[in-house]
């Protein structure tokens, strides 16, 4: 009876998929996912592989991410609307503490924009 490699029956994962990686950097990417183990059948998993490297890196692509499933992550990046406006998300307010009714002084600069927080001791 032929042993089996470790690889082939149990995928690696996290950093010892990692290390394995370091050390197989002249394979194909087809040729590194049969060496860890990403085999079904005769078939490569090269989906799984790739998503088993991006987990092991902490990188995730899931779009809700941002902890409640709501919404989307701030980009801190606005654009102008066909109207002329600009509009701040509550993401932006909310992460400032910001409250209804809070006032902003428009200071405009060369390519910029400054809102400056007015308070009441003003």
Aim: charged share 30%.
């Amino acid at each position: 009876m032929a042993k089996t490699k470790k690889s082939e029956s149990t995928p690696l994962v996290g950093k010892e998929l990692l290390s394995k990686l370091q050390d197989l950097s002249h394979l194909s990417k087809r040729e590194k996912a049969k060496e860890c183990g990403y085999v079904v059948g005769d078939r490569v998993n090269q989906s799984g592989f790739m998503s088993a490297i991006l987990d092991a890196k902490g990188i995730s692509l899931d779009s809700n991410s941002n902890g409640d499933g709501r919404g989307r992550e701030a980009s801190y990046r606005v654009k102008v609307h066909k109207n002329g406006q600009i509009v701040i998300g509550s993401a932006y307010t909310e992460s400032m503490g910001l409250q209804s009714g809070d006032e902003f002084e428009i200071k405009l600069g060369y390519k910029h924009i400054h809102l400056n927080q007015i308070t009441e001791d003003e």
